[in-house]
């Protein structure tokens, strides 16, 4: 082949694999490109924050493969043009870390913008241009920084100011509990709904941070708050509004007791129950200035949370979607029952004409029963009804403020006349939280069962990770956050959302070092079930491993550390038996000992693992030295030599011992063998797992080179499985295996069995961290191309760019693409899948055969075969291989 023709093969992928072809291209347009996607704490869009020494991450660009940073240049500065960098200029400082690039500049001030950007250089020192512009800005820092009081007293506050001077930069500054809305001369400020999040307020609340520079009026202005009760259970708020106008002065307007307030048209609100809505009751512009307050009366101090004010660091609850009904029946007379055709979290938004005083009610149900009325029972005590009286003024929207409902069917009664499609659209209500992940393959029941853990997941993202969106409880369950958190951090861009809910843990944490099985605490006990609170470690782990957030290990560190004494403290004969919960909605029951201990266990390694990382070697030594006599405990009192089964041989018995490695090597055989005997013949390919056991039952089998048994079990139809429940109509993934419609618990969104999900990615689209590698800085990419199976596909967003991989299996061949971002390294493991005399092509140009390395294509550092598999490994770009054999 020429080298020009060759060219026009690259080109038409975008990449250029020879020198010679390079030199033909005009210099400038090549090389190191613009870094792009910063980020700050983790925030892409400017959120305020309250860190003091905020940390930056870039996602490098490159024309070439096998591209590294080497030296960066931040500048950081009051002023957009960046021409002076007033608060840092980092020089160029020679490093290859473009991800928590700690700010060391000049004190941060607080209510202040400031602007970054940020260059690169490459392997081979060229300099990148700068990315653009990016900002981020500071909250409250100091808690003198707050001048106003917290008042209450009514559930609609108003108060008027005037301005006479040009605004050059205004925010507002607010926490409003349980919930507010807040609104400025007529109009909501910001798309926030449900704000501020849900936390262990005794020790922390949050605020949130609105631009409203362009809702202020010259003249007079007016603000106008409602609040909810919420989580928090009364009525109080704090908020100051900066102000600052030319002539370089700042006007601050705070919440006082010169404020005014009336009941508004909402006369109840509750999360589970729902709201109840008087539109007659509507003080029509009482959010705009110049409204006859003279019947409204002052505002009283109230009830101030206990804990600090901080900044809200993570995306905040918005409506994210809007779903148009399917088909609306008429079960009986004046009822009327919508299908949204999708189980989620939110609401509905009504749209009615009718006389005034009518009462519409609105019902939500994830069920029905046969006669097509929906069925609640599922939803215990929460009445999940909104009620809305016209006012009778032509077409009314209504949607409710401060409830949410978990809900696939919708039931009107009260409706004048008789309502269309068009009456209701539902409002898909969650935590901002983008989906960032893809995964798609061959078999229609895994992209199915991925499309179930999405809106599971996603519709339980209530500014804490909630159980279940429906019924009365909707807590930060520990266990069911711990066990989705993998397949959340492969699908969704939750870092800032996990850094909030692990603060929330450490904030519940007591002096003893106790947790409790939910957070905020409401529901079940302190101490914690081992395996719920076991998520503190873990997820604090998630995010070092994946995110490469070495911060938040410094941060947890000695909390953690008090976890795991308060643990040792509870050990008996050296093991931590107590248990709540156990393999909790397991088809067949494991002791719950056996499972407590293995988190004991769990946890003690992982503290090892983190003092490793953060060299505290003292630590090292003697967390090891624990580990070593745990196991040895384990194995003592739970295995049985006869039968090679610990505890009484379940599946999640003898899984979790596996997955920890727990087992000596002399007995793995027969324990695995035990399990594998369970599922194959004892259940005919089905599990008996709960939430603990699913969650490592996929990598316990693939691990020992059984992914077809797992795969097969991923794709079961017949109870209980993953299938059976689509098979069934479900849209979201349910709290049991079991189909159940009765009273008891068994709600129809639970993303806890979604776990499966990161199996997906790592399993068969092959997307993994390497071996002691985090943040993917290094990546093992190892798909399994089993059974059935003919292509598989993913993609993921990580803090470093985004990593690819799709494959598609033909006739003796396999071709895998994939893409590694600028700044990481990958080694792809390519399965030989029995074929002989096999050639690896790239792109069109030969990279392997006879056994032999064909060295000098662009971005490949090595090719190296084993007996099932050629290895990879590569530098960051985009790749095309096929794998050709007979
Ligand atoms: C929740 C579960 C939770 C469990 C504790 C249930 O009520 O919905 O998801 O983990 O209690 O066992």
Known sequence: ???????????????????????????????????????????????????????????????????????????????????????????????????HVEYNGEPLKSSTTYFWKVCYWDNEDRLSGFSSVNFFETGLLLEKDWEGEWIGGFNQLRKEFTL????????????????????????????????????????????STYDITDYLLNGENAIGVMLGKGWFGSRSLILQLLIEVDGGET????????????????????IFNGEIYDARLEASGWDSPGFDESDWRLASLAIAPKGKLSAQMMQPIQVMDTIVPLKMTNPESGMYVFDMGQNFSGWVRLKVKGPRGTAVQIKHSELLYENGKINTENLRSARAEDVYTLSGDGEEIYEPHFTYHGFRFVELTGFPGV?????????????????????????????????????????????????CSQRDERMGWLGDAHLTAEQAIFNFDIAAFYTNFIRDMQDVQDKNGMLTDTVPHVWGQRPADPAWGTAYPLMVWYMYIYYGDKRILEEHYDSLKKYVDFLRSRAEDGLVKFSHYGDWVSIEKTPGDIVSSFYYYYDVKILSDMADALSRNEDVKSYKKLCADIKKKFHGEYYDSETGNYANGTQTANLLPLFLDLVPESEKGKVYQNLNWDILYKNNTHLTTGIIGTKYLMEVLTDFNNSFLAYDLAVQTTYPSWGYMIKNGATTLWELWQNKTGPSMNSHNHPMFGSIGAWFYKTLVGINLAEGSVGFEKIRIQPHVIRDLEYAAGSIQTIRGPVECSWIRLDKSLSLDVTIPVNSEAEIIMPKLNLKDISVMENSLLLFSEGRFKTGLAGIIMVDETKTSINIKLGSGRYSFKLIGK
């Open 164 to 207: 006479d001077k040009t605004v050059i930069r205004a925010r507002a500054y607010i926490c409003g509990l349980g919930y507010y809305e807040l609104r400025l001369n007529g109009q909501k400020i910001g798309k926030n709904v449900l704000d501020p999040g849900w936390t262990v307020m005794n020790v922390r609340a949050l605020y």
């Open 1 to 99: 082949m020429t080298s020009s023709a060759r060219l026009v093969i690259l080109v038409f992928f975008g990449f250029f694999a020879i020198s010679t072809a390079i030199a033909e291209i005009p210099e400038k347009n090549y090389g190191p490109q613009s870094p792009s996607y910063l980020r700050c704490e983790y925030l892409k869009d400017p959120v305020a924050i309250d860190v003091e020494k905020p940390r930056f991450s870039w996602i490098l660009n490159h024309t070439y493969r096998g591209q590294k940073q080497t030296a960066y240049r931040i500048l950081v500065s009051t002023s957009p043009d960046l021409e002076n960098a007033d608060m840092w200029d980092s020089e160029k400082v020679f490093s290859d870390q473009s991800v």
């Open 419 to 467: 309502p269309t499609l068009d009456s209701i659209r539902g409002r898909v209500v969650h935590s901002a939280v983008a989906q960032t992940g893809n995964f798609s393959s061959s078999k229609e029941i895994l992209n199915q069962i991925q499309r179930l853990i999405l809106w599971g997941q996603k519709t339980n993202l209530h500014s804490i990770p909630t159980d």
């Open 251 to 270: 006007i601050s307007v705070v919440s006082d007791q010169t404020w005014k307030g009336q009941e508004g048209p909402i006369i109840t609100d509750s």
